[in-house]
């Protein structure tokens, strides 16, 4: 069964800085583009950033240079690098497992239907 599994996160003051991470199991992760996502209490699920396979990346604007996003293939792992974090952060974040693209784009990642393995999902609480 494929699987995801992120940690990582937790409970930071704003400005300051996490990094999630998401490995997988009995799924190589470079064949795939991985999105990462994230729902706020009483908001939708909406996409951050999602990396292809070929490590084209694609941010929503409100996390452009603040996030990025790097694989680590021989840790078959994905990290989320959140800097100067703001209280409207606070979410649960998720990785997933989406087709093989070589190039991403807004409109591509903003489908999340298309990814077809989930993470458990990591708590980010940013508060002072």
């Known amino acids: 069964q494929l699987q995801l599994v992120e940690s990582g996160g937790g409970l930071v003051q704003p400005a300051e800085s996490l990094r999630l991470s998401c490995v997988g199991s009995e799924i190589t992760l470079h064949y795939y583009t991985i999105g990462w996502f994230r729902q706020a209490p009483g908001k939708e699920r909406e996409a951050v950033l999602c990396?292809?396979?070929?490590?084209?990346?694609v941010y929503v604007d409100s996390v452009k240079g603040r996030f990025t996003t790097f694989r680590d293939n021989a840790k078959n792992t994905v990290y989320l690098q959140m800097n100067s974090l703001k209280t409207e952060d606070t979410a649960i974040y998720y990785c997933?497992?989406?087709?093989?693209?070589?190039?991403?784009?807004?409109?591509?990642?903003?489908?999340?239907?298309?990814?077809?393995?989930w993470g458990q999902g990591t708590q980010v609480t940013v508060s002072s």
């Open positions: 997933a497992a989406g087709p093989a693209w070589a190039a991403v784009n807004s409109d591509l990642c903003a489908q999340p239907d298309r990814f077809i393995s």
């Open positions: 990396i292809s396979t070929l490590g084209t990346t």
